[in-house]
């Protein structure tokens, strides 16, 4: 059985608390003043544990991209506090974040936009080296590259080629390769698969888990396809405009999602059997995701809501610790 | 049962590129009833885009050519009809919904007016009554403030209403056949379900059939009745959907089913993919497009081009191996 959960006991490698995004929206042409803030983020909190792969999803807007992006500490934090290996990286300015970064590295959608088109294949995956500097020189380099696109499944005679020159997945394969360089510690994937065609997915879902077997790795895995996150993840958060709403194991959340969004995005998501679907009850929401300038009062939710009551409308449900070790933020589960 | 609705016969469309000329539809073949909704599968570079638009011969020429074939719509060839015939049958009776609604969308021009041009257009209605035939087609839609919104720009709407306003215009003229190309991709998981159950809704109130093009095999599973997989150009295995899934005849088909996620399978589990990479259309192999990747592959996949053949009297095959296959 493959890539089973690391237990209670592992070291947190990461942890969020509170955390917020805010930003300002701007109007004027002259006297440019603030009218407002998208809350991209608003009141974040979760733990990742090392050898752990936690799942963020969520339909856009919801925070997911944002929530990743100020962990690595790439835009400014409103508030709240990121914490990792134990060092509280809030406010850590460029200089002190250099060393940190070699620990926590990122795999993004785009495999055709996130690797320099005029590099070699080699210049890309060696290039943190340049930056981070490596003993050994020139020979080193060589053989560190060489031993990083074997890991990721690619051949050493890659290595003289262009981006160009790959497919979806191979790209897809170089950029893991080079946010592998540094041996970090953990790995932000934003929707790392779903530029790639179906057939070619599962390679790369494969090769993160095998991966993290090999390597002991941490992945915080951001994606809106709920079916690949559970495939993936050992825990997943499933957020909804700016906040997470549940927190639980892959096998609770499928089995006993709390939270009516939970449930929703569940039922949406259409399982590929005929025989299965003509007895599934179709039961899907109406209307979409409200603008994050101008998130609803009490729950976010209760807009959408199939079960939304009076309280929901006034009253923000605070995230409530569950048995298992879930959380769900409802009032039905208050 | 009567003649098809549609009659696709031996279908070939090439493109003319820099690399040579390249065959992005192959000799594909396959029949739609009237009310039916047929889903045509396959990944990016299968065809499967090229073969709806050669159906409404929408394809760009030059660089595109459609080579050969018939296209059968209700006892009239559309490869044979002159320009105008074809125009008045685009967005009439055969309508087209794309992927990406804002760039099928004119944005200086209101919803409304959109909506309301075919039916002026092709119904001879008069503005003011096809205005309020726009209207009354965006609340069937269920776009909320249908009213009001007929005098919408695009740019207002969010990108499921856009989609929904895209599904009023394809209904306008009461079209026998619509075509809606991956027409959900760019949308939230929870809006996908929405307007896919509108669109399955819809068509079945007006008895329209329907040719639904995705990547998505849940998606093909929930709606439709019968599948054609395409894989480099051609048709590799076809049939009512129920028994396709039950039965896969292609290794193409049973990789790719190995290969997804389920929600209802245990997590965890090793997922089974299909190694090797798409094909380029401008070097396909002499045989089976799909031998590089297949791991039956003997030594007739590499020469020679398997035929599409019924394995029972609906299911076909395009595998030289069919009758050993069962997933």
């Known amino acids: 059985m493959p890539s089973s959960a690391p237990d209670a006991s592992s ?16 109007a004027g042409a002259v006297m440019r003043k603030q009218v407002g803030s998208v809350k991209a983020v608003d009141g974040v909190s979760f733990t990742v544990r090392r050898g752990e792969t936690l799942g963020l999803v969520g339909e856009s807007g919801c925070g997911k991209s944002t929530t990743g992006l100020a962990v690595l500490k790439m835009l400014d934090i409103t508030s709240g506090h990121v ?10 300015d460029r200089a002190r974040m250099r060393p940190i970064r070699r620990r926590m590295q990122m795999v993004y959608q785009d495999p055709f936009g996130s690797l320099n088109p ?23 380099y060589r053989e560190k590259v060489a031993k990083l696109l074997d890991m990721v499944g690619l051949l050493p005679d890659m290595a003289d080629r262009y981006p160009h020159e790959f497919s979806g997945g191979q790209r897809q394969r170089i950029g893991i390769a080079r946010a592998l360089a540094l041996e970090p510690s953990l790995i932000l994937c934003d929707e790392p698969v779903s530029a790639l065609d179906v057939s070619i997915q599962a390679q790369v879902v494969n090769l993160f888990q095998e991966l993290q077997e090999r390597l002991g790795l941490t992945y915080v895995f951001i994606a809106h396809d709920l079916a690949v996150v559970r495939h993936i993840s050992h825990r997943i958060a499933v957020m909804y405009l700016g906040r997470i709403v549940e927190i639980a194991s892959r096998a609770e959340l499928y089995a006993r999602p709390l939270h009516p969004y939970t449930q929703a995005l569940l039922a949406a998501i259409p399982i590929p059997d005929p025989e299965i679907e003509a007895g599934r009850p179709q039961q899907i929401i109406t209307g979409e995701v409200p603008s994050a300038m101008r998130p609803p009062p009490g729950c976010r939710f209760h807009t959408r809501c199939p079960q939304a009551m009076d309280v929901c409308k006034t009253v923000d449900p605070p995230m409530r610790e569950m048995e298992g070790g879930r959380a769900v933020a409802c009032h039905l589960h208050q | 049962m009567g003649a098809p609705l549609l009659s696709v016969k031996n279908l070939s469309t090439e493109f003319r590129t820099e690399r040579g000329t390249v065959k992005a539809v192959d000799d594909v073949s396959f029949d739609l009833a009237a009310g039916e909704t047929l889903a045509i599968v396959g990944e990016s570079g299968s065809g499967k885009s090229i073969t709806a638009m050669s159906i409404l011969r929408l394809i760009p020429q030059p660089p595109g050519r459609i080579t050969s074939g018939e296209v059968v719509f209700d006892g009239q060839d559309l490869l044979k009809v002159d320009e105008s015939e074809i125009r008045a049958i685009r967005g009439n009776r055969i309508a087209m919904i794309f992927q990406e609604p804002m760039s099928s969308l004119n944005p200086s021009l209101t919803v409304g007016l959109q909506i309301a041009e075919p039916i002026n257009l092709h119904r001879k209605t008069p503005w003011a009554a096809a205005m309020d035939k726009a209207a009354e087609l965006l609340a069937r839609v269920r776009l909320p403030d249908a009213k009001s919104r007929v005098k919408s720009y695009p740019h207002q709407f969010s990108g499921g209403m856009r989609q929904r306003a895209m599904i009023a215009m394809a209904l306008a003229c009461q079209p026998q056949l619509i075509i809606a190309d991956e027409p959900t991709t760019a949308l939230d998981v929870t809006v996908q379900a929405q307007i896919l159950a509108l669109l399955k809704e819809v068509t079945r109130a007006a008895n329209s059939a329907l040719i639904l093009i995705t990547h998505d095999l849940g998606v093909v599973a929930r709606y439709a009745d019968r599948v054609c997989v395409m894989y480099g150009g051609r048709i590799v295995e076809a049939g009512p959907a129920r028994e396709i899934y039950a039965r896969p005849r292609h290794p193409y088909t049973i990789g790719l089913m190995a290969s997804i996620p389920r929600l209802d399978q245990e997590a965890g589990q090793r997922l089974v993919p299909i190694e090797g990479q798409p094909p380029n259309l401008a070097k396909l192999p002499p045989g089976c497009a799909f031998a590089p990747r297949c791991q039956r592959a003997a030594d007739i996949c590499r020469s020679e081009r398997p035929p599409l053949v019924q394995t029972t009297p609906e299911h076909l095959s395009a595998c030289h191996f069919h009758a050993q296959l069962s997933a």
Do not use: Q, W, Y
């Open chain 1, 83 to 92: 914490v990792f290996e134990g060092e509280d990286i809030t406010n850590h």
């Open chain 1, 11 to 26: 070291e947190t490698v990461l942890e969020v608390r509170d955390l917020k995004v805010h930003f300002p929206v701007m």
């Open chain 1, 118 to 140: 005029r590099m070699k294949v080699s210049e890309i995956v060696g290039e943190p080296f340049e930056v981070h500097g490596l003993p050994g020189g020139r020979a080193a």
